[in-house]
């Protein structure tokens, strides 16, 4: 059974910088796609970024771009979801999830899935 645990999220004012964590039980994350999804409240989740098991980056949310970035680190067999200058409308439950094959096209269909961690943008 694929597990994915993310951890790092919490209140934080708008402006700061913060980083997520996602890590595995059981298995190695370099040898998977692995993205972030997130999901604010009365709304639909929406795919955010992935990382290629060749470590290429696919953005799906414009909104995003030049402020959040994705990156590995297998020797800890983590990814990492960095992100700066949040804004009140980051504000979300951040999942992590990961595909055996590739990023998906649409940033969404990925095989599993972690339980996620809440970010709360607010002054």
């Known amino acids: 059974q694929y597990q994915l645990i993310e951890s790092g999220g919490g209140l934080v004012q708008p402006g700061v910088s913060l980083t997520l964590s996602c890590t595995a039980s059981?298995?190695?994350?370099?040898?998977?796609?692995v993205g972030w999804v997130r999901q604010a409240p009365g709304k639909e989740r929406e795919g955010i970024l992935c990382?290629?098991?060749?470590?290429?980056?696919?953005y799906y949310e414009d909104s995003v771009k030049g402020r959040f970035t994705i990156y590995r680190d297998g020797a800890k067999n983590m990814v990492y979801l960095q992100m700066s200058t949040l804004k009140p409308e980051d504000t979300a439950r951040y999942y992590c999830?990961?595909?055996?094959?590739?990023?998906?096209?649409?940033?969404?269909?990925?095989?599993?899935w972690g339980q996620g961690t809440q970010v709360t943008v607010s002054s």
């Open positions: 999830a990961g595909d055996g094959l590739s990023c998906p096209g649409y940033g969404l269909e990925y095989d599993f």
């Open positions: 059981g298995f190695t994350l370099d040898t998977y796609a």
């Open positions: 990382i290629s098991r060749s470590d290429d980056i696919t």
